[in-house]
């Protein structure tokens, strides 16, 4: 799960003072924190401690029924990955230790001695034509409050319209066992991983917008994505033409 150091210097952030700036950046928006380990266990987080003078990070896991912490922490290797805006942050969890007190199970370790930043890749988006498709369908069905409206799209991810009292995918989290209905005939089996949650502009009162990137998304489906998205800048571009 680490990055390899092969990636070119510019992507590597070893300076303490500016990791620090990072994660205090992160604690300030509460921003969620995705924990993975080397085979396949994940769960959410949130900083809640940031000490640099005490080389002291808090984050705090919140429920863990599965006990998903304990086998984090067991298997020594923990990749931290969190999103600012447009920046994917990366690091390695060190020297990890779980803890209990007033705000739950806390994962407390040294700050990390290097971050990785890249810039979110700007994959062409475009918007759909109807209203109607394509659309996101949740485990359950397609039954009213089932399917959510795809607001843009790109071979990268999409942004969903949830209702603005939370959204109906939880952030930081990968959610399986979605289907993204391309039309009435195309749909593909994705996985979504919810990273930032904004308001709509225009119309779509008492709706956010959802932005979500794909997760190991199969060669069939990309290129699938790749047709629609194709297609539909090309009726664009011929509805622009038309007098």
Known sequence: MSVPEALPEELRVTSAAEIAAYLQQLQQDGAS?????????????????????????????????????????AEGEITAVAYLGTIKLQFDVEAPVLVSGEQGVVLRSTLPARLYRFQRRQSFR?????????????????????????????????????????????????TTGLVLELDRISALKVSLLPHHLSPVSGDLHGLQQLGCAFVDLDATATRALQVYVDQTQKRRRLLKLDP
């Open 126 to 174: 475009v918007q759909p034509a109807s209203s109607t498709y394509p659309r996101v369908v949740l485990p359950g069905g397609a039954e009213p409050g089932r399917a959510l409206r795809v607001l843009d799209i790109s071979i990268g991810g999409l942004a969903l319209a949830v209702p603005a009292g939370g959204p109906a995918l939880p952030t930081g989290h990968v």
């Open 33 to 73: 924190v995705r924990l993975d380990g080397p085979h396949g266990a994940g769960l959410s987080a949130t900083i809640v401690a940031l000490d640099p003078a005490a080389d002291l990070l808090g984050l705090a896991l919140g429920t863990d029924p599965e006990g998903i912490s304990q086998a984090l922490v």
